[in-house]
């Protein structure tokens, strides 16, 4: 498995988990933090990495690392997505660029490694301020953007112009506006592609689901937190009962067919939350902030579990494209590895820089079954380049006589879903025994 | 109700007692030509509790004599001038937990995301720091005590009342008035709580509890502090990435040259994730082969519950480091 990150200081890194290397893709440009990457080669595969700077630079990299293609748009970028006619960026005062060159039509030779080949851009203006934007996956003509007191809006590349607007959900009990503070945006029309399912986290700590299809208000709005899932799906402390905003959030199945809606916020918490309800949930009748709306949300979109052991907040998530990881980055200098079954991290790697974004490649993973060697506990520092990868997998595994079967199914009976915690405990001591055995198992699995 | 010296005059007599007890056991002892027990032994067969412990007492003196024998005999070797070797005591910082975010001694890319961080243009062009120190809205005398003291040890500090400013204001508005940091003190129930620490204009923003306070004036002996002078600084045992940077938040908050005929040292030393602050005077004597400390205070205990990027923002500020206790399962763990 293998993850590229950015960072604040304008480094790339890239991770193979398994074989525990870390290595800096090309050259940096010095002072400017990356903010977006996102694949860029021939048809969108991974022969090459689009690079976003805070100043709006952009560029087009090889899998060497050496720079193919420039370009520049606004600074802080808050978007770097693959659409229809050619790799999107969105920036935070409103332009947006596409670069037709890269991605779908790239194609590059010995030729095109001339350096500093300026990529042409179409640049459109949307409405300011934009704190995110995502690219409709099933129909990648058109994307959704939103941000500070500008409400989600559907952007079609062919008519250019915006198609779609949200409209404010309902005064609150108090008869107050409700301000609308968009933060991060997803598509879930992969799962349902009947309906036009946007999710919109907020920096307020809400989920907003729309549905472009039916209706402009919000199907219903989420309170994170609000009875379950207010610790990170585990973790002791205190209980953190304030709204906090959601960095970044990503719609991906995880776990074989199940779609997950993974958000995480300044904390450092990462919760996951199911989709399943989605694509036959209503209109809410009760406007949000009411109880029962908040308890009707829990149930439309229940909180499945959190993802413990990250430090600082997490600046942004990808999953793996067979769903079976989750990588993290975050201020906490530490980039995560998380398996979307089972509790244990799988790998932690300390990169030394505040880490801006995360891009899986779809490089499958190696999942180590019988481990009869003791995997290294992390590597010595070669110079300064090299990090240490801590790997998180216990002990030594048993010996071959106290190995189970193959064909054990997965972990996901062991999770305990955040707050539930008391029920959850009680469970815990009655299956006693068979957990030790299941633990067994799962460190002979890892 | 036992009178005062009633209670001094019969505990006296309850010692002279013990030590009749004491001395007539030993006389029976030595009478029957009984060694005293040897340390280790087992009392298990003895049913009787009040001989028993009498047996486990006599093992724990025995102990002791032989103990500070072995005591006596090291240190007259060392006066003589012998070897002693003597063994290293098993601490939990001795022991602490390998962690790859400690920063090794060359490591460029530590050292250019430090070029590039907030605090680079302190060091760089050596900017004067100007500190503005606040409390939280309703100061007790003991803030105000702590605080006229905390202006003159730490140069070109100003205090402001707090009225009803909201602390994110009061860093908008430092910011305007071209302060380096806001140091917000707070305390709860008249103790000394905690202190938010805010760089300016967009550093981070640390928050420590305070503990184990004592103000210069309790001190004594203590020397008197001359705010005229730059202190010298002192920062110990920092050595992760955040300890790093935590002890660049402390080195910004004094100016970058301290004046030496001043003789005055502020210590932030890091032991265990504590940082220990010490003010002292120095006294170099027998021609620099002595070097007396006087204590000028205060000196407190701090230990870093989190750090924020950005200026103060509880609400929706990102965290780089927060305390908690689940992190804390490995008494071996450290982060600074």
Redesign the interface.
């Known amino acids: 498995m293998k993850f590229l990150t950015g960072d ?2 304008g ?1 790339i890194k890239v991770i193979h988990v398994e074989k525990q290397k870390v290595e800096r893709l090309g050259d940096r440009r010095r ?1 400017e933090a990356v903010q977006r990457l996102c694949w860029a080669g021939p048809n969108y595969s991974e022969d090459a990495v689009a690079v976003a700077y805070a100043s709006g630079a952009l560029e087009l990299r090889d899998a060497a690392g050496r720079v193919v293609s420039n370009a520049s748009t606004a600074p802080d970028v808050r978007c770097l997505q693959a659409s229809d006619a050619g790799l999107l960026t969105v920036s935070s005062d409103g332009t947006a660029s596409l670069v037709a060159a890269w991605g779908k039509e790239s194609s590059f030779s010995e030729q095109s490694y001339s350096g500093s080949a300026e990529a042409t851009l179409e640049q459109f203006q949307l409405q300011a301020p934009v704190a995110h934007a995502a690219v409709d996956p099933s129909r990648p003509s058109r994307f959704a953007f939103g941000g500070l007191e500008n409400d989600v809006k559907i952007y079609d590349l062919e008519r250019k112009e915006v198609v779609w607007t949200a409209k404010n959900v309902r005064e609150d009990s108090l008869c107050l506006r409700v301000p609308v503070k968009v933060s991060t945006l997803g598509w879930a029309t992969k799962m349902c592609p009947s309906r036009s399912l946007i999710t919109c986290t907020t ?1 307020d700590g809400k989920v907003r689901i729309y549905d472009a299809n039916s209706q402009r208000r919000p199907l219903f709005e989420l309170l994170i937190g609000y009875l379950v899932g207010s610790g990170t799906g585990g ?3 205190t209980m953190d009962d ?4 959601q ?1 970044c959030s990503k719609v991906a199945q995880v776990r074989g067919d199940q779609w997950a809606l993974l958000t995480a916020d ?3 918490i990462i919760r996951e939350y199911d989709l399943r309800n989605l694509p036959k949930s209503e209109a809410a009748s009760v406007p949000p902030g009411r109880k029962a709306h908040l308890k009707l949300a829990n149930k439309e979109l229940p909180f499945r579990r959190g993802y ?1 052991g990250t ?3 997490i ?1 942004d998530l990808d999953v793996h494209c067979s769903g079976k990881a989750l990588a993290a980055v975050g ?3 530490f980039a995560y590895v998380f398996p979307t079954a089972g509790k244990q991290m799988l790998t932690k790697v ?1 990169l ?3 880490l801006n974004c995360v891009l899986m490649s779809s490089e499958a993973m190696i999942e180590a079954k019988k481990e009869d060697s003791k995997q290294e506990e ?1 590597e010595e ?1 070669q110079g ?2 090299d ?2 990868v ?1 790997v998180q997998d216990d002990a030594p595994a048993e010996t071959v006589a106290d190995e189970v079967e193959e064909g054990f199914s997965d972990d996901g009976a062991e999770e305990m879903d955040g707050e539930e915690s008391s029920k959850g405990r009680k469970k815990k001591r009655r299956k006693s025994f068979s957990r030790q055995k299941n633990e067994k198992r799962t460190k002979a699995n890892n | 109700m036992v009178k005062k010296f009633r209670k001094r005059e019969n505990r006296k007599l309850a010692i002279v007692q013990q030590e009749k007890i004491r001395r007539r056991i030993r006389e029976n002892r030595d009478a029957h030509n009984l060694q005293a027990p040897e340390a280790g032994t087992s009392f298990k067969h003895i049913k009787n509790k009040q001989k028993r412990s009498q047996m486990v007492q006599l093992m724990k003196q025995e102990k002791k004599k032989q103990k500070s024998k072995v005591r006596r005999a090291r240190r007259e070797a060392e006066a003589r001038g012998e070897e002693v070797v003597r063994q290293e005591p098993r601490s939990i910082d001795k022991m602490r937990e390998a962690d790859e975010t400690i920063v090794p001694e060359e490591d460029s890319e530590v050292e250019e995301d430090e070029a590039m961080d907030e605090f680079e243009k302190y060091f760089q062009n050596g900017k004067k720091p100007k500190i503005l120190v606040t409390t939280q809205k309703t100061p007790s005398r003991k803030m105000y005590a702590f605080l006229k003291e905390l202006v003159c040890v730490i140069p070109n500090t100003f205090y402001y009342p707090r009225k009803e400013f909201p602390f994110k204001k009061i860093c908008e508005y430092a910011g305007n008035r071209d302060f380096t940091d806001v140091m917000l003190f707070h305390e709860k129930a008249g103790v000394m709580q905690g202190v938010y620490i805010s760089h300016l204009p967009k550093g981070p923003t640390s928050y420590w509890r305070i503990t184990r306070m004592k103000l210069g004036q309790e001190m004594k002996g203590g020397a008197t502090c001359n705010s005229s002078h730059n202190p010298e600084l002192i920062l110990n045992n920092f050595v992760t990435r955040l300890g790093r940077r935590l002890a660049r938040q402390f080195a910004a908050l004094f100016p970058q040259r301290p004046d030496f005929e001043g003789r005055r040292t502020i210590t932030f030393h890091n032991q265990r994730d504590f940082v220990f602050f010490r003010h002292y005077r120095y006294n170099f004597k027998d021609n620099g082969e002595r070097c007396a400390l006087q204590e000028i205070g205060p000196r407190f205990t701090l230990k870093c519950r989190y750090l924020q990027h950005g200026t103060f923002d509880a609400r929706s500020g990102e965290y780089e480091y927060i305390w908690r206790p689940d992190a804390q399962v490995s008494r071996k763990k450290f982060f600074v």
């Open positions: 604040d200081t480094l002072g920096t973790y002791t402390g304030t709204k906090r905003p960095l300044t904390m450092g413990k430090m600082g907040a600046r201020l906490g200098r300390y030394k820089q505040k992390g520092e300064e380049d990090e240490v801590d």
